[in-house]
C-alpha cells in the first residue's frame, strides 16, 4: 500500500470507527486495540480533526445540504459591514445580523454549533485520554498525537468562547465562560452536570493546553499543502492571537507582550514567507477550489498554495472520502452577500482585495452566475459546489497581531510600521502602491491602531475575524443599538433546561 492510500485509509478508519466516541465507553478492549499503537491512534487523531473541522468551518456530513454547515464561521463576519441577510432569508442568518435569536434559532443552529463544539472536544479527549492510558508514552510519536489532541482541543474552546463567553472579548474575566471538560465523555448523568467556569479559568485552560502542548509539537512546519495539522509554530501563531483578543480590550500589557513573543517568533520561522505579488491572493492564498473529476488521484487538489498559508482545512483532504469547506452560501449568495458600495467604503482605487473593474485578480466579484448574478460575494470562496478552502491562521494576521500588540504597549514604533505596511501595500500593482506610512502620518497611538484595525477587515474579510475584532475594541456591530451583552451568542435553551438551571444563561438574554 502506498503512503497516500495508507494515510487515506487512516483518515477513513477515523472517520468511521470514531463515529460514537462520544458516547459512553462500553469497550475498553477497543479502546486499548485503537491507542495502543501509534498508527490507530494516529487514525483516530485525524477523527479529531474532521470533527474540529464540522464545527469551525463546515465539513457537511450530508452531502446535499450545504447552507448552514458553518454557522461558527459565518458568525465572524455576519452581523458586521461586511455581508447582509438577504431579506426574507434564513432566519438564523438573520439573527446572526439583529442579533435577536428567538427559540427556534437558539434550538437550531446555535445548539447545532454548541453540540459540534463539545463533540469535537470529546473527540480530542478520547485521544488524550487513550494515548496516554493504553500508549507508550514515551514514545515520540504519542507524545506528538497527544500534543496535537491539546492543540484540538484548545482550538475549538478558543472558538467556542469568543462565540458564547460573556465578557470574554470585553475584559470581564470574573463573567462566565465555557463547561470545562477535559476527560472523556462517560454518558450523561445528571448527578454530575457541570456548571460553566469563568472566563479567566476558561482562558487559562486554553493557554495552558497549547503551552504544555507546544514541546512535542512538531517544531518545523508542514509543506503548504500539508498545513492542516498542528506544529509548533501553529500553536505560537494561534497563541498570539489568543493573547490579543484576551487582553484587547484593557489594553492589558502583560498579554501584549505575550502576543508580541510568539508572533515574532511566527514571523521569523524561515518556513513561512510573506507574500510580495499583488496577485498573490487569488494566485495562491485563496486559490480556485473547483474540483475536477478528471483529477479525482491527486491529493491534494490540484492547486499551488502559498507557503504564507499556517493553518487551513482544506478543500480535500481524501478526493473521495471526506469533502470539506464552507459550503456554498459565499458564493451562490442565497443567504447573504456583499453590498454594493461595500468595496468603494473599504478598499483605496486599484485595491485587489476590492473590487477591480477588469480584473480577474480582485477579491471581491459577482460569484455564482445561477443565483442573484448581479450581486457581489467574496472570492475567497469560489466553489458554487461547497469545497473551499478554509485559512484558519496566514502570516498577515500574525504581521497585524503585532502591529497593533505592539501600538498598544508602546506606540507608533518603526516595527509596527512595517508590519502594517507590509500588508497594507501588497494588493497593489508595484507602480501603484501607496506610500510608505510613517508616524508622521498618526496623530498619536490610537490613530495608528484604528489603522490597523481597518487594514485587519481589508486583509482579513470574509475570514470570521471582524465581529470578534469589533467586539474586543468596543465598536458597533451592524446593529448599533446592541449591548455588549448582546453581541455574542446566547448558551442555548436546551442545555439550560436539560441542567435544570446549573448551566446559566448569558447576561442579556432571557
Not at 509543506?223 to 501563531?237: E, I, Y
Not at 467574496?378 to 494576521?397: C, M, Q, W
Amino acid at each position: 500500500m502506498t503512503m497516500k492510500k495508507y494515510f487515506f485509509t487512516l483518515i477513513l478508519t477515523a472517520v468511521l470507527a470514531s463515529c460514537n466516541l462520544d458516547l459512553a465507553p462500553e469497550n475498553v478492549m477497543v479502546d486499548q486495540t485503537v491507542y495502543s499503537d501509534p498508527k490507530t491512534a494516529q487514525a483516530a487523531l485525524m477523527g479529531a480533526y474532521v470533527r474540529m473541522n464540522i464545527f469551525l468551518a463546515g465539513a457537511p456530513e450530508d452531502q446535499n445540504n450545504y447552507a448552514y454547515s458553518s454557522y461558527c464561521w459565518l458568525a465572524g463576519d455576519l452581523g458586521t459591514e461586511n455581508l447582509k441577510a438577504r431579506d426574507g432569508g434564513s432566519s438564523s442568518v438573520i439573527a446572526l445580523e439583529e442579533g435577536q435569536y428567538d427559540n427556534s434559532v437558539r434550538d437550531g443552529e446555535i445548539l447545532s454549533s454548541w453540540l459540534k463544539g463539545y463533540n469535537a472536544i470529546d473527540y480530542a479527549n478520547n485521544v488524550i485520554d487513550g494515548v496516554s492510558r493504553y500508549g507508550d508514552v514515551q514514545l515520540a510519536d504519542n507524545k506528538r498525537i497527544i500534543a496535537e489532541g491539546k492543540f484540538l482541543r484548545a482550538f475549538v474552546y478558543f472558538n467556542l468562547l469568543k462565540m458564547f463567553g460573556d465578557g470574554a472579548l470585553t475584559g470581564n474575566e470574573s463573567g462566565l465562560g465555557l463547561i470545562i471538560r477535559d476527560k472523556p465523555y462517560d454518558g450523561y448523568n445528571p448527578d454530575q452536570i457541570q456548571a460553566r467556569e469563568s472566563v479567566a479559568k476558561t482562558w487559562d485552560f486554553i493557554i495552558n493546553d497549547l503551552e504544555e502542548a507546544l514541546p512535542d509539537l512538531g517544531a518545523t512546519p508542514s509543506a503548504a499543502a500539508g498545513r492542516f495539522v498542528a506544529t509548533a509554530p501553529v500553536a505560537k501563531a494561534l497563541l498570539s492571537r489568543i493573547w490579543l483578543y484576551r487582553g484587547s480590550y484593557t489594553n492589558d500589557r502583560e498579554c501584549m507582550d505575550k502576543v508580541i513573543e510568539y508572533a515574532r517568533e511566527v514571523i521569523e520561522c524561515e518556513s513561512y514567507s510573506f507574500e510580495n505579488l499583488s496577485t498573490a491572493h487569488r494566485s495562491s492564498i485563496f486559490p480556485s477550489n473547483e474540483y475536477d473529476d478528471a483529477l479525482a488521484s491527486s491529493y491534494p487538489d490540484p492547486v499551488a498554495r502559498s507557503s504564507e498559508i499556517i493553518f487551513y482545512q482544506p478543500s480535500r483532504i481524501s478526493t473521495d472520502l471526506y469533502p470539506n469547506g464552507t459550503s456554498s452560501p459565499y458564493f451562490t449568495k442565497r443567504t447573504f452577500f456583499v453590498e454594493a458600495d461595500f468595496p468603494s467604503r473599504t478598499y483605496a482605487a486599484g485595491d485587489l482585495r476590492g473590487m477591480v473593474e477588469g480584473s480577474s485578480d480582485c477579491l471581491i466579484g459577482n460569484g455564482s452566475a445561477n443565483y442573484y448574478p448581479t450581486d457581489l460575494s467574496s472570492l475567497k470562496y469560489t466553489n458554487n459546489a461547497g469545497y473551499d478552502d478554509v485559512i484558519f491562521i496566514r502570516l498577515a494576521e500574525i504581521k497585524l497581531n503585532l502591529a497593533e500588540a505592539l501600538a498598544r504597549r508602546d506606540g507608533i514604533t518603526e516595527e509596527a510600521l512595517g508590519h502594517l505596511n507590509d500588508v497594507r501595500r501588497r494588493p497593489f500593482p508595484p507602480s501603484q502602491r501607496p506610500s510608505w506610512l510613517t508616524a508622521a502620518d498618526f496623530s498619536g497611538p490610537e490613530a495608528f491602531i484604528a489603522e490597523i484595525l481597518a487594514e485587519r477587515n481589508r486583509e482579513l474579510a470574509f475570514e470570521s475575524h471582524r465581529r470578534w475584532d469589533l467586539i474586543r475594541t468596543a465598536g458597533a456591530l451592524r446593529n448599533a443599538a446592541l449591548s455588549d451583552a448582546q453581541k455574542i451568542l446566547p448558551i442555548p435553551d436546551y442545555e439550560i433546561n436539560i441542567s435544570k438551571g446549573v448551566i446559566e444563561q448569558n447576561t442579556g438574554f432571557r
